[in-house]
């Protein structure tokens, strides 16, 4: 079977395959990571203070070649510095206007003297019904014990 694969595709390329395979094997037993398999590049991404800082650097340097050294040291782009820019610019711009949570209700004046009024009211209604209550007791003990109320009037009774 060897040889057929040997005549078949040719005896180095076997014999290569072969060998990829054994270090592989080595490789994982060790634990060491397979330097066959390449990995996916990914692009970079930087922080907001990172941005800042860097612009930060860029706009201190007064002398030629300054802001060129800079960017090869952090292996950036000049391209990376007139986005930021811009970006920067658009954050100063909608920073006022851009506000995080939910809207701020407008303060009322008032609101706090309804709060009040509302409150006084509830409570002076209770005291309402409890007198009418009271009221309807005593009608109902009088009835029962024959005594006769003098008449008074109601202004929410009609004739």
Known sequence: MIMEEIQGRGAVSVVAEEARAERSEVRASSGLPDPEVLAVARRRSFTREYK?????????CRQPGEIGMLLRREGLHS???VSWRKLRREAA???PEKRR???AAAVNP????VIR???ENAR?????RKAEGLL???KKASELLGIELPPHDDPDEKD
């Open 93 to 95: 711009r909608k920073a």
């Open 124 to 128: 002076l209604q209770l005291r309402l």
């Open 101 to 103: 949570g939910p809207k």
């Open 136 to 138: 309807e007791l005593q």
């Open 117 to 119: 009024l509302n409150r």
């Open 79 to 81: 391209s990376h510095l």
């Open 110 to 113: 008032l609101a706090a003297e």
């Open 52 to 60: 800042m800082r860097i612009l930060e650097e860029a706009e201190r």
